[in-house]
């Protein structure tokens, strides 16, 4: 049985959080402690006011990273869980190498990445792409193939072509696998944008959070850095939440699946 | 009053020296029999003894080792044990599912489910709902109406309502018996009911627990099958018979 989120579930976090700030600032006025190792919330806030544009900017040039990315992730790991599901020679063939990938870091590809795509865009949306494939990859492939075998002789005894067993069963199965793979890619492109601009993110005019993370840390910027750092944590979070949302409102039909 | 039960003397479903094995495993042994068009023949068995696999191979969803099925006429319908409904689509969606498959135009499609859904009981209300808001017997009748769609010759029920409590399913016989003597068409029913086999059947076959035939039992009661059937001396001698080869053949 579903209950109501209690209101405790955000006024403990809130509470929480204004505890550790008020602490964080009271530790900064007893010890002065250097700006430039722990600059106090009241100088994060100050300065992040300051430069708000610049980091609202930034915010917004890694989310359009990270949205492109993920869009292409969908894209190609859909096609490759399809690919994988309809083929067991591409399956047995590609799949390892599809996990190789995976435990390979993404700093070690990204400067590769960045020698075949140059400096810019283009290099941190693939690198967003390759960090968010892996599980829309093995998810879609799992959900196209753990289906119900008596849906499967179903459609047998129904003499279905292998397009309609496709599209009437094996699809609508795997877009509750798809959801899952996506909320968890969702987290991991702005991972791969942050790293992407921190790399490769460099003398181009759209300058993202990573880049200022790059830069902040360079300069001794310490309170950008911090605002930096937040932002970028806010927008996984959002990212995440966004997904969720949308695939719980799309997918109403489903939830038998997704409550699972 | 039931209209009057029409069977002809052809086989709609000629079983030949089936048999069926799993490695050392034999499931079926040499399994022959006719099942003319417009009977209704129920199959019982211990657990384990190929009922299931004999009505799959009739359905062309296995390949027995050797031996044939021989259907007359279409492809018949199938119901499973499980409802095996999409649970993404509504009770309308899932019941249209082969006209879908056949292409029939979406009118069409819409008056056939409706009277299907009329024909097992389910109200108006109820198609439009999703599987997971139906009750198991809500989710079997569905599963029947899919079956019932495309006017099928014959029907082939699996157990279908071995998850069903007593009165349910006493209630989804009546249904069942009513759907039979109206549409006219050919059963072939397997369950480990041998009440429910001989109430509902004219034909009890007994498979033993070596996958050979232990007996076949015509069911000589009245055509017009009421509850009260169930207490009579006839009712009791036939469910004796078809448990004493039952028992012979453990």
Not at chain 1, 6 to 14: A, F, G, Q, T
Not at chain 1, 205 to 226: A, V, W
Not at chain 2, 102 to 119: G, I, M, N
């Amino acid at each position: 049985m579903k209950t109501k989120p209690s209101i405790s579930v955000v006024l403990y976090p809130i509470t929480f959080l204004l505890l550790l700030l008020a602490l964080w600032q009271t530790a900064d006025w007893i010890w002065k402690i250097p700006r430039i190792i722990l600059p106090s919330p009241w100088e994060i806030g100050t300065e992040s006011f300051h430069r708000i544009n610049d980091l609202l900017s930034a915010t917004l040039i890694t989310a359009q990273a990270a949205l492109a990315g993920f869009t292409l992730a969908l894209v190609i790991g859909t096609t490759l869980g399809l690919l994988f599901s309809a083929s067991k020679i591409a399956r047995l063939g590609a799949y390892p190498y599809m996990i190789f990938l995976q435990t390979v870091p993404i700093v070690a590809i990204a400067p590769l990445i960045i020698i075949w795509f140059g400096g810019g865009m283009a290099s941190i949306v693939v690198i967003v792409t390759v960090i968010s494939l892996f599980p829309i990859v093995t998810n879609v492939t799992t959900g196209l193939r753990s289906v119900d075998t008596g849906l499967l002789d179903l459609m047998t005894l129904y003499q279905a072509a292998p397009h309609q067993i496709l599209f009437k069963v094996r699809w609508p199965n795997a877009i509750p696998y798809l959801v899952t793979g996506a909320k968890i890619s969702s987290g991991l492109t702005i991972v791969g944008a942050v790293i992407g601009e921190y790399m490769a993110g460099h003398g181009i005019d759209e300058q993202g959070l990573g880049y200022y993370i790059f830069m902040s840390s360079q300069n001794f910027q310490t309170e950008i850095l911090f605002a930096s750092i937040f932002l970028s944590s806010l927008l996984g979070v959002t990212m995440v939440t966004a997904v969720a949302v949308i695939s719980r409102f799309l997918l109403n039909r489903w939830t038998f699946q997704l409550e699972q | 009053m039931t209209a009057p039960i029409s069977i002809s003397q052809n086989s709609a479903i000629t079983i030949d020296d089936l048999s069926m094995q799993y490695g050392d495993a034999t499931v079926l042994d040499s399994v022959s029999c006719n099942i003319p068009a417009g009977q209704w023949v129920s199959i019982v068995g211990p657990s384990g003894c190929g009922k299931s696999t004999l009505l799959r191979c009739v359905a062309g969803l296995t390949d027995p080792t050797t031996g044939t099925v021989q259907l007359e006429g279409e492809q018949p319908a199938f119901v499973f044990q499980d409802p095996t409904l999409l649970p993404w689509r509504s009770a309308a969606g899932n019941i249209q599912l082969p006209l879908e498959l056949e292409k029939q135009s979406t009118e069409s499609r819409s008056d056939r489910v409706l009277q299907v859904a009329q024909l097992v009981g389910l109200e108006a209300a109820d198609i439009d709902k999703y599987p997971r808001e139906l009750s198991g017997g809500m989710r079997m009748r569905v599963s029947i109406a899919r079956a019932l769609v495309m006017n099928p010759n014959a029907l082939l029920l699996d157990e279908p309502f071995a998850a069903l409590d007593e009165i349910l399913r006493q209630q989804l016989n009546q249904e069942l018996l009513h759907i039979w003597q109206t549409q006219q068409m050919t059963i072939l029913f397997v369950t480990h009911n041998v009440a429910e086999a001989v109430y509902l059947s004219q034909r009890v076959i007994v498979l033993n627990a070596n996958g050979t035939v232990g007996g076949d039992v015509a069911i000589d009661l009245p055509a017009d099958r009421v509850p009260a059937i169930r207490n009579t001396p006839a009712f009791f001698e036939k469910t004796a018979a078809v448990t004493r080869i039952l028992q012979e053949g453990l």
